[in-house]
Structure formats: C-alpha cells, structure tokens
C-alpha cells in the first residue's frame, strides 16, 4: 500500500491508497463529475443547428454552473478518498487555501491512479537515454557538397 502526505492549514495528514474495489468505484465518481461537462455540450439541444445567443448563452450557463462549482466537487472528491481529513473538515475547511486543497487533490490523483509509478520503472528498466545527432546537414536547398 502506498501512501501521500499532504499539508492542509498548516496540519500534515497521511492519506493512504484505498483497496482495489473502494479505488475503482473513486474512480467512477471522479469520471461521472468530469463527464457532465462533456454530456452538457454534446448534449446541448440544436447547438449545431441554432448558433443564436440565446443557445450559446445557456449553454454557458450550464458549462460555468458546473467549472465554477468544481473546486467544492474537488474538495468532496478529496475527503470521499481520505476519511481522515472528514473527521477535521471544518477545521480545514477555516484554515485551509484552495490551493492547498487542490494540490492534495492532485496527490490522491497519484494514489487512484498509479501509472504513473509504472512508467516511471519502465523507463528506468530501458537504460538510459541518448539523443541521435546527424553527423551533417544538408544545404537549404537540399543539396549538399560543393557547387561545381
């Protein structure tokens, strides 16, 4: 099992990686949150027919509903993952930045889904790498040598 630790309001907490099937339904949540925007656009009644302001402009309202609200679905997404930070969410919720919350977000991100780690090892296991250079390049008209 691996771990993060994160920093919230000044408070270091260790958030651990969840099982296997309490990660994957984390997973689903975080996908279906994500998608409403998607399904919001392709959804988006006559968009492709009816360009008037009237259609983009719902269509922007329902779109901003959602990416203004996202920093509180980030959050709830933050403490669905890590039930220790629920026990001390109102004293987070005072004396924590935004930022903060999102970079331990991105910290959890590692733990629900660790490809990362794996391409990490893959690309240690390939050696090290090495830049090809050409030993000469042609003349900018694509001849190369001496004009005769």
């Known amino acids: 099992m691996r771990s993060v630790t994160v920093t919230l309001g000044d ?3 260790t958030i651990n990686e969840l099982p296997t099937k309490k990660n994957e339904a984390w997973r689903k949540r975080l996908m279906t949150e994500f998608t409403e925007i998607a399904d919001l656009i392709q959804g988006a009644p006559g968009i492709a027919d009816d360009l008037s302001a009237e ?3 719902s269509l922007i309202r329902s779109i901003s509903a ?3 609200g996202s920093v509180d679905i ?3 997404l ?3 993952y890590a039930p220790p930070l629920e026990t001390d969410k109102k004293r987070i919720g005072e ?3 935004e930022s903060e919350l999102m970079d331990a977000f991105t910290r959890v991100l590692s733990l629900a ?3 990362g780690s794996l391409v990490s090892r893959l690309m240690a296991l390939s050696g090290p790498k090495t830049t090809a ?3 000469s390049s042609p003349s900018p008209s694509g001849e190369s040598g001496p004009k005769t």
């Open 113 to 115: 889904f660790p490809f």
């Open 55 to 57: 259609t983009i402009a």
């Open 133 to 135: 250079t050409a030993a």
């Open 78 to 80: 933050l403490f669905a």
């Open 66 to 68: 959602k990416v203004v």
């Open 95 to 97: 004396e924590c930045y």
């Open 11 to 13: 408070k270091e907490y």
């Open 74 to 76: 980030l959050t709830g």
